[in-house]
């Protein structure tokens, strides 16, 4: 049995940094990353076989647990009919009615392999849509790695961004405006300058890649009274968020609190998929009907709408469409919170906490952040200590102070008490 140490070392030999996505090689809270092996329910097994209770879920689509009876039985279903064709399945049509059925935003979807994918071809056909070229998209909002998107804050307000990668000319981010998020008075000056060459805005309506940031209701409201008044699309990436806060998703959130509220287009992924490659960007029928092959915007796949993907989301969202599926994952996120929240009072440590449906963040800070530099002024050594506290103990949490975590359907009310009873200790770590 080979160690997590021996595997990271034969690892780096062969993968850059011995991952194929950073955030695995715990460059932020130092240490060695775990291998896992297996997982059941709301654990994961690492190389060693050591248990944890997994706060990831794989980045969000684990909403049932690991190992769900119903969707192992689906997936295995499909394999046996094949892999893949290359050609239009029913499933597919399953997949995007039950979809347009929970988010009456949209009218169609088109489906595809990854989040980035997702969100790339969005913008595309934001821009093809509304032949203009400029986006906005917020600090500290994740939407996948395409090149327009990879951007940081310019220097100045309402400024276009520079490359926050090496190998993205800033040709590519020139359109690309980056504004600070929940800041009211930046957007309008934005909208001012530039609404009538804006084809999008795009935003993570509760931002969970930079932890748990919730969008203002007067923030959103402004927002979408501006895109409709210059004609810019509201993009609403709910890759993170979608069928993970809330049945309808956060817009159904943000429809509850401001009346008539719905983006234009909307980008889903993690959960859509149940652990498999799958996302998918939908909206209005006018919209979408500008895609290949009815329209002049471009946008493929091979694996685009896979059948066994396609049978591992359809399963998932089956599930969570059960009566008191969402009331029961938020009461034990909502248990989880309230617990680490008092043991981190009783430690006497600052701590704020925030959660929606089944997914949540905490923060080591007196106030609960408003945008991406408020997150980073949050204790980051003490977040660190505290990370591998839990880890040691057994409570695998996302391995850096920027990133949201994740209950799942499979954790029980011992499982969360566990956790509470670990913080308890590792708080003072
Ligand atoms: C995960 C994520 C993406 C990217 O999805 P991938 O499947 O990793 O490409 C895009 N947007 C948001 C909000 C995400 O959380």
Redesign the pocket.
């Known amino acids: 049995m080979s160690t997590n140490a021996q595997l990271f070392e034969r690892a780096q030999r062969v993968i850059p940094g011995g991952v194929n996505s950073p955030v695995r090689a715990f460059r932020a809270v130092g240490g060695t990353p775990r291998f896992i092996s297996r997982a059941q329910g709301p654990y994961i097994f690492d190389a060693e076989g050591k248990r944890y209770i997994d706060y990831i879920g794989s ?1 969000g689509p684990m909403i049932l647990g690991h190992g769900h009876p119903e969707v192992l039985d689906a997936v295995q279903k499909a394999a046996l009919e094949g892999f893949s064709f290359g050609a239009p399945t029913e499933r597919e049509i399953e997949l995007a009615e039950e979809i347009l059925k929970l988010v009456p935003s949209m009218e169609q979807v088109r489906l595809v392999s ?3 994918e997702a ?1 790339m071809s969005a913008i595309r056909l934001a821009r093809g849509a509304t032949g203009r070229h400029k986006l906005i998209k917020f600090e500290g909002c ?3 790695h395409a090149d327009a998107l990879l951007v940081k804050a310019g220097s100045g307000l309402a400024t276009f961004g520079n490359p926050t990668s090496a190998g993205v000319p800033p040709e590519v981010v020139q359109h690309t405006l980056v504004l600070e998020y929940n800041n009211v008075a930046e957007l309008e000056e934005a909208f001012q300058r530039h609404g009538a060459d804006l084809a999008c805005v795009m935003i ?1 309506p509760i931002a ?2 930079m932890n748990f940031v919730r969008a203002s209701i007067p923030f959103m409201t402004r927002l979408r009274e501006l895109c409709t008044q210059h004609g810019a699309l509201l993009v609403f ?1 709910e ?2 968020t979608g069928f993970r806060v809330a049945l309808g998703s956060a817009q159904s959130l943000y429809a509850k609190a401001i009346p008539g509220f719905a983006p234009d287009m909307s980008v889903f ?2 959960v859509i998929g149940g652990g498999m490659p799958l ?1 998918a960007f939908g909206g209005k029928r006018a919209v979408m009907e500008k895609l290949a092959p009815l329209g002049p915007v471009y946008q493929a796949g091979t694996l685009s709408g896979n059948p066994v993907a396609t049978a591992c989301g359809l399963a998932t969202l089956k599930q969570i469409q059960k009566p008191g599926f969402f009331e029961a994952l938020s009461a034990s996120t909502r248990t989880l919170v309230d617990g680490l929240n008092a043991a981190a009072k009783a430690a006497g440590v600052p701590f704020v906490v925030d959660c929606e449906g089944g997914m949540f963040g905490f923060f080591f800070g007196a106030a609960l952040p408003q945008n991406y530099p408020a997150v980073m002024a949050t204790d980051k050594e003490r977040f660190n200590r505290f990370f591998h506290a839990m880890l040691d103990r057994g409570v695998y949490l996302a391995p850096a102070l920027y990133e949201a975590g994740f209950v799942s359907a499979a954790h029980t009310a011992a499982d969360i008490a566990a956790t509470v009873e670990a913080a308890r200790e590792a708080f003072k770590a």
């Open positions: 980045w990854s989040g980035t969100a994740y939407h996948g993570e969970g890649n990436d890759v993170m992924g993690k996302a």
